[in-house]
């Protein structure tokens, strides 16, 4: 297992130290798994604003579809050889079938009745309860023998910045035949990688990442939480492996309940950076791939200018699909750290 990394200079003279030579720093690393290139560039301080959330939440509950005097009058249920009760509930939480559907089995999970949720206050139990929502509904799907049911998938968008167009906390929740290309390319590149070294990739990750401990978190039941060497997201990406486990549904309640206590750990520390957005993605295989392991992909959202409102994907990132991390994932894993001791 290699992990490459490009370094570059660049040099500029400074007109306000009278055009003395300056010279910037910048590296691009290599995924070891899938080779994808990431560009680790500005080393600005991972420190940002939060805005007025009374003055950006206030007035949209209004009109939220996910409210309880709306969400079992507006949307839709799934026909009876779906879901013969058309939509799932688990106490305040309701799942219903997305109505702008990017697979034929997507749904929508809300995480509650209550409108807004901070980042901080969504607890590891309401986490918890929504992901065993999903399960209900991908044991379902999986009880029928239905064709969409080889990968299984819960993506999160928490708030505006990070694509959610609601503020009302939920998941999307999706089985599919079609692997996402990037949880395709990964899962044909760690077959490969069995086939020529007679391991498993994710194994070997993070035996490799616990040893040497620039990148690693720590380990909460038998999921290690680490930093992505080379990250998607401008202020770092972290990895959960859970052990053992190549498909979604092999995960138990427990691992559940463990993966929601680190996705609480990883709020509350962006949060304290003054990030307070994200997106959450499962990366799964079938149960019969030994080759993978289930993990998930923890990646904060922000701005490169907040007074702006400019996201934080531009054309490298939309048009090359090349990404930008704006620090070492090691100094991130620094500031992370506190919250997994």
């Known amino acids: 297992m290699e992990f490459k990394a490009h370094r570059k200079e660049t040099v500029v003279l400074n007109p306000a130290k009278e055009m003395d030579r300056k010279a910037i720093p910048s590296e691009i690393r290599e995924d070891p798994l899938t080779g994808r290139t990431a560009r680790i560039c500005h080393f600005m301080k991972l420190q940002w604003e939060k805005p007025d959330f009374q003055k950006m939440v206030t007035g949209t509950e209004k009109t939220c579809p996910f409210c ?3 969400v079992m009058l507006v949307t839709p249920c799934f026909p009876p050889e779906i879901l013969a009760e058309g939509r799932l509930t688990s106490e305040d939480m309701v799942l219903f079938p997305n109505i702008a559907p990017y697979d034929s089995l997507g749904a929508v999970a809300t995480m509650g ?6 980042m901080t206050e969504i607890e590891p139990q309401r986490i918890t309860k929504a992901f065993q929502l999903a399960m209900t509904f991908f044991r379902r799907i999986e009880a029928l023998g239905h064709p969409e049911a080889v990968y299984h998938l819960i993506n999160w968008n928490y708030m505006p910045p990070a694509g959610s167009s609601l503020i009302h906390t939920h998941l999307q929740v999706f089985s599919t035949s079609s692997a996402p290309n990037l949880m395709r390319e990964e899962l044909t590149a760690a ?14 990750l993070v035996n490799r990442e ?3 401990g620039e990148r690693y978190l720590g380990r909460i039941g038998r999921t290690d939480w680490l930093l992505s060497y080379a990250p998607l997201g401008v202020a770092g990406d972290v990895l959960a492996v859970v052990e053992d486990v190549s498909g979604t549904l092999e995960l138990t309640d427990q691992d559940l309940a463990d993966i929601a206590a680190g996705l609480a750990r990883l709020m509350k520390s962006y949060d304290e950076m003054g ?7 499962f990366f799964t295989g079938r149960s019969s791939d030994g080759f993978t392991r289930f993990h998930l992909l923890f990646s904060p959202r922000t701005f490169f200018n907040q007074s702006l ?6 054309a490298l990132r939309n048009l090359f699909n090349e990404t930008l991390c704006m620090a070492f994932p090691e100094d991130i894993t620094r500031m992370l750290k506190p919250g997994f001791e």
């Open 275 to 281: 990030i307070y957005s994200f997106n959450m993605n």
């Open 68 to 70: 309880p005097d709306k």
């Open 191 to 204: 077959k490969n990688y069995m086939e020529r070294h007679r391991s498993n990739y994710w194994d070997d």
């Open 309 to 314: 409102g400019t996201p934080d994907i531009g």
């Open 210 to 212: 616990r040893q040497a």
């Open 113 to 118: 009745s209550r409108h807004y949720f901070p």
